[in-house]
Nanobody, 122 residues
């Protein structure tokens, strides 16, 4: 069982930056790939980024590639999403999820957090 808690969301102006954190419970966190997803109002859930358990592989959705960076610190059981050059269309609830498998983009990940809201003003 893995429990995930997201933090770092908030209100930012377009062009600004935020860093989201996903803190996980469990002693085998490095065995899990972690993904970030987002869902805007009246939009479908979108795959944002993912990182393998050891951190050696990463995947980015087309909408965020070149602007967002995913990283992890397994000693702290935490995954980060650095978001730069934010746009109003990045406004959404951001969720992190974990799964033993590495197969991005994979929406059926086993464990999910409750999300953190990011609002980008124009």
């Amino acid at each position: 069982q893995v429990q995930l808690v997201e933090s770092g969301g908030g209100l930012v102006q377009a062009g600004g930056s935020l860093r989201l954190s996903c803190a996980a419970s469990g002693r085998t966190f490095s065995s899990y790939a972690v993904g970030w997803f987002r869902q805007g109002r009246e939009k479908e859930r979108e795959y944002v980024a993912a990182i393998s358990g050891g951190g050696g592989s990463a995947y980015y959705g087309d909408a965020v590639a070149g602007r967002f960076t995913i990283s992890r610190d397994n000693a702290k059981n935490t995954v980060y999403l650095q978001m730069n050059s934010l746009k109003p269309e990045d406004t959404a609830v951001y969720y992190c999820a974990a799964d033993p498998s590495w197969a991005p983009p994979y929406y059926g990940m086993a464990y999910w957090g409750k999300g953190t809201l990011v609002t980008v003003s124009s």
